[in-house]
């Protein structure tokens, strides 16, 4: 449960000036979608945190304040949406390792949908970042699951994003611009 | 603002026995969607309710209870997801009145996406449901941004639905089979 992490990051994320390198691939990747919509480009969003709300209060008719919750697991990935008439779909991670990705970082829920939605056509990938090496991958769901088939590894290495997954560079706006990624994979279908 | 409605709604669904007629259109169509996820026909999910979190307490190291957050205006529509390898897209809302669904009930922000999701070539439409006259109907994102051009009032009347929209029946599995109306939609694309 890295929830509350997250949300942290957020509000560290806020006080941190736009031109800094630091930002979170978080922030990095909702500017982006921001200026997708922007520019009529693609309609890409990411999920409110699912909760589970367990007490409200009224403070008066029309006024609601959540007193007590819970994060919950999510069952599907973190972005969905419409580019070009087809559904896209991912997930977004950070890690702090210079040497590979945790597979725990991918809830079993999540493995599946991303089978599901790549069964069924749809654009599924995930984008994962190596913050201290300075490094954003896209790695394609097709990758992923045969990665998955194929190793009993708990951790995908770094040499094998930088052999079969696509470096995605951080830019102005959008700051990253994964959609150049998503039209090859469209071309490729 | 109706969301701490919408979420004592769900307490009392809890409570009432899914055989009986007046579950909330949200249940059927929750129930509806894990069907279809069931027979692996679609994958369509409700987005959690987004809000904006204040205050997060730590009673223990990987525990985490919010503590103070507040319901937010939505900007897109409640329900997305794939089918057919489409972007399906869709608002559900439940009105009490027996002659018209009053437009205040779909936010302006909502109304801007319906828009640009059309614009885009995803499936969206409305799903609105009378409870006092049990009729459920699926509305075009076409109908209803036509009827927002040409009318200047502030409701649609139930006149209008009988004429322009599709009745959806309800059934036991899926409670609402709203995606033989899609497959309708689909083919006449």
Do not use: C, W
């Amino acid at each position: 449960m890295n929830y509350p992490g997250g949300i942290k990051k957020q509000k560290e994320a806020k006080i941190i000036n736009y031109g800094n390198r630091g930002m979170s691939l978080e922030e990095d990747i909702n500017l982006s979608n921001e200026y997708y919509r922007e520019i009529d480009k693609a309609y890409i969003y990411k999920k409110p945190t699912p909760i589970k709300i367990t007490k409200v209060d009224y403070p008066s008719r029309d006024k609601a304040v959540i007193k007590e919750a819970f994060f919950t697991i999510p069952s599907t990935t973190d972005y969905n949406g419409l580019y070009k008439g087809k559904y896209i779909d991912f997930e977004a991670k950070e890690t702090k390792s210079t040497t590979s990705f945790a597979l725990r970082n991918i809830h079993p829920h999540q493995i599946n949908h991303i089978k599901n939605i790549y069964n069924h056509k749809g654009i599924v990938f995930l984008i994962i970042r190596f913050s201290n090496l300075g490094e954003t991958y896209l790695l394609t769901a097709e990758t992923f699951l045969n990665y998955l088939n194929e190793s009993s590894k708990k951790s995908i290495p770094i040499e094998f994003f930088r052999k079969h997954a696509y470096l995605l560079k951080n830019g102005y706006n959008p700051r990253i611009n994964y959609l150049t990624i998503v039209d090859q994979l469209i071309g490729g279908i």
